[in-house]
């Protein structure tokens, strides 16, 4: 890790069927080497994990531009441009807002697909199916069982492990935004586009997992040639063995110093070359 780099405020957007719980290591680790960390929750998750999973009505309707909207206003309100990094469906905010000319460098992990993504795999439909389908979860948040949870976030660790987990950070998810993503190709609007010619934006990193059923590495490499017109920088880094949990689980730290030398090493040059 470089130490010796001016230190940057790093934004980080959780992902669908968590808290920014999930990134209390990146948070530390990142602090731990000067940076300011910011991780701000959704609309809705501000309140204690028990309190989350008790209570869904403040997050049921909750959809992917509202999402957007909200870390806009926070991250406009800073004192300086930061470094924005998310997880998950944080990963395809951290793409919209960046596509709206924030952040000085980003970092997309494991991240839902944006808008023209076509023939999602098998295994990102079985985890999504848990709101996808019924059309009534439109409207309702859903939470993943135990075996949902393992297949989706855990399914390179043992079950015990993956209790441990889901009972760490799991939590309801909104099922409005896994409809807007899943139906984007569909919607000549859809809350998901981005402007993947936008050769203004920051420059941004998609960081994929090689064994993940969420969001598996070729949907994210599938992103990464969607933006092969622009001429801002884009670039995509695979793990080998890793699962959608790649801000929590075993090599984390991997993941944490790759991504944070990336991006401050971004952060200071153009976004266009």
């Not at 441009?81 to 709206?100: A, E, N």
């Not at 795999?121 to 859903?142: D, G």
């Not at 992103?223 to 884009?234: D, G, I």
């Not at 689980?249 to 971004?266: K, Q, R």
Request: hydrophobic share 40%.
């Amino acid at each position: 890790m470089n130490t010796t780099a001016a230190p940057h405020t790093v934004v980080l957007i959780h992902g669908l069927w968590v808290t920014p719980l999930s990134w209390e290591k990146f948070v530390e680790r990142f602090e731990s080497r000067g940076h300011r960390v910011l991780a701000p929750a959704w609309p809705g998750f501000d309140r204690d994990i028990e309190e989350v999973r008790r209570d869904t009505t403040p997050y049921d309707h909750l959809g992917v531009t509202e999402i957007a909207d909200h870390y806009d206003a926070i991250i406009r309100g800073l004192d300086a441009p930061p470094i924005i990094m998310g997880h998950s469906f944080g990963g395809l905010i951290t793409q919209l807002v960046v596509d709206r000319g924030l952040g000085t460098a980003a970092v997309a992990i494991d991240a839902a697909p944006i808008k023209g993504i076509l023939g999602l795999p098998y295994s990102s439909l079985k985890v999504a199916s848990v709101a996808l389908r019924n059309p009534a979860n439109r409207h309702k948040s859903q939470a993943l069982t135990p075996e949902q949870f393992r297949y989706g976030f855990a399914n390179t660790t043992t079950a015990e492990e993956s209790e441990a987990r889901r009972q760490r950070y799991a939590v309801p998810g909104p099922g409005r935004t896994l409809f807007q993503a899943g139906l984007a190709n569909f919607n000549p609007h859809a809350a998901t586009k981005v402007n993947v010619k936008n050769n203004d934006r920051a420059p941004l990193l998609l960081i994929a997992g090689e064994k993940d059923h969420v969001v598996p590495a070729s949907t994210v490499r599938a992103a990464f040639k969607l933006y092969r017109h622009s001429t801002a920088v884009t670039e995509y880094k695979e793990f080998a063995g890793r699962s959608h949990f790649l801000v929590g689980e075993p090599g984390w730290e991997e993941v944490a110093d790759y991504a944070l030398d990336w991006a401050v090493a971004h952060a200071a040059t153009p976004a266009a070359v």
